[in-house]
């Protein structure tokens, strides 16, 4: 009777540990699979993103600016939700990079309500020194950090500004 509970519950343990390995393998798969879909979402989101703002929301030519050869910023009016916004792509590419490696990517956005507001006079020097190709930073308005999200390469020849983001390559003058 003994032997028998020991085995009994041996085989028990036995059954247990395979259940909870198991689990444990499954709920590691699906852990796997769920952040390989989420990533490709973001990813997916953010190239998504870029071309409305590059290519259906665009109002103005897209300006360039740059401190140096790793450095740039992009700005340009797009409409959306009816109302129009000053819209700038700052983009820092490693210093050592021999492809472009981007390390800072940001997407600014100003609208009417900062256009006009208390920041008014800065809008305005901001929107001038993109236009007149001087680099600038706009810190002190709304921004979203992509950095960790952009899978991408940005480089320039001097004359012109590769910007290389999935299946798509963007040129633009600088």
């Not at 997916?44 to 703002?53: F, P, T, V, W």
């Not at 940001?106 to 305005?124: A, W």
């Not at 001038?128 to 680099?135: C, K, L, P, S, V």
Request: glycine fraction near 4%; charge should be negative; include cysteine.
């Amino acid at each position: 009777m003994l032997t028998e509970s020991i085995i009994a519950i041996a085989i028990l343990a036995i059954v247990f540990s395979l259940f909870f390995s198991v689990a444990i393998y499954s709920r590691n798969i699906c852990y796997k699979h769920f952040y390989e879909l989420k990533a490709k979402s973001q990813y997916n989101q953010l190239k998504m993103l870029i071309e409305r703002d590059f290519f259906i929301r665009r109002r103005s030519q897209i300006e360039c600016a740059h401190k140096d050869a790793k450095k740039f910023c992009m700005g340009f009016w797009e409409e959306s939700d009816e109302e129009l916004k000053y819209i700038v792509y700052d983009i820092h590419i490693k210093p050592d990079s021999e492809n472009g490696e981007v390390v800072f990517f940001r997407r600014y956005c100003m609208n009417q309500d900062t256009l006009n507001g208390e920041y008014e006079t800065y809008c305005e020097a901001i929107i001038h020194h993109i236009a007149m190709g001087t680099y600038i930073v706009p810190n002190r308005v709304y921004y979203n950090d992509f950095t960790e999200l952009f899978k991408g390469t940005v480089y320039t020849d001097g004359e012109v500004l590769n910007f290389n983001y999935g299946d798509y390559q963007y040129t633009f003058p600088l």
